[in-house]
């Protein structure tokens, strides 16, 4: 167990939703990170927070924002969903701003998202 | 661009034998790290090795070691007496500390491992 909680397990929505995902990183790790990972490709970064505020911000769409909250849990939002955004939403922690080899990714369990 | 190349979508493995699978990387930069993280059914994503580029020994966990050949960029891990619980999906992972120290995953090598 990383320790990293995701909910919901699965989310099965219609096209043109919206759609939350949350985050409870590791006790003690103030950055979460969110990567999507759809079929037949690697984990895609999307974006990053550090205690509360946006750090970086990777291949996410205009249509997906994040934040962070005071409890540093996360939250994922996914507005007008089109069917390409069935993916696999993976949340990760590390204990430090920037992750390193001595404070690696830690990743939850991932929230399975089905758009039809 | 940083890019991570896993060449082989998929693998098996009988149990109790060895197994290597490759990862190739690009980049420019001479300091960064590199890592191993195990997906199994579960959908966790698990870290099981990982190496700094300026360290010229192979890092080793238990029954996982990895070849390291930064001439070549290539990173590869050897899984030995194969478990079972050793059938996963595994990601390369590449990440440099001059760029935000973003993680660059490769596309991930499906293993199962035969009874």
């Known amino acids: 167990d990383s320790g990293v909680t995701q909910t919901p397990k699965h989310l099965i929505t219609a096209t043109g939703q919206r759609v939350t995902l949350r985050c409870s990183p590791r006790s003690g790790d103030l950055s979460v990170y969110w990567y999507q990972q759809s079929l037949d490709q690697g984990l895609q970064f999307l974006i990053q927070y550090y205690n509360g505020e946006e750090r970086a911000k990777g291949n996410i769409l205009e249509r997906f924002s994040a934040q962070q909250f005071p409890d540093l849990h996360s939250e994922l939002n996914l507005s007008s969903l089109e069917l390409g955004d069935s993916a696999l939403y993976f949340c990760?922690?590390?204990?430090?701003?920037?992750?390193?080899?001595?404070?690696?990714?830690?990743f939850g369990n991932g929230t399975r998202l089905t758009v039809t | 661009a940083q890019t991570v190349t896993q060449s082989q979508p998929e693998m098996s493995v009988q149990e109790a034998e060895t197994v290597t699978l490759s990862c190739t990387y690009d980049?420019?930069?001479?300091?960064?790290?590199l890592f191993w993280y195990k997906q199994p059914p579960s959908r966790q994503m698990i870290l099981v090795i990982r190496q700094e580029a300026y360290k010229q020994q192979n890092a080793t966990e238990n029954r996982f070691s990895v070849n390291f050949q930064k001439a070549a960029k290539s990173f590869s891990l050897k899984i030995s007496d194969s478990q079972l619980g050793d059938t996963a999906m595994y990601f390369c992972a590449f990440m440099m500390p001059n760029t935000g120290n973003q993680f660059y995953f490769g596309t991930g090598t499906s293993l199962t491992v035969i009874p």
């Open positions: 980049t420019s930069e001479n300091n960064y790290y």
């Open positions: 990760a922690s590390s204990l430090t701003q920037l992750p390193s080899y001595n404070s690696p990714l830690h």
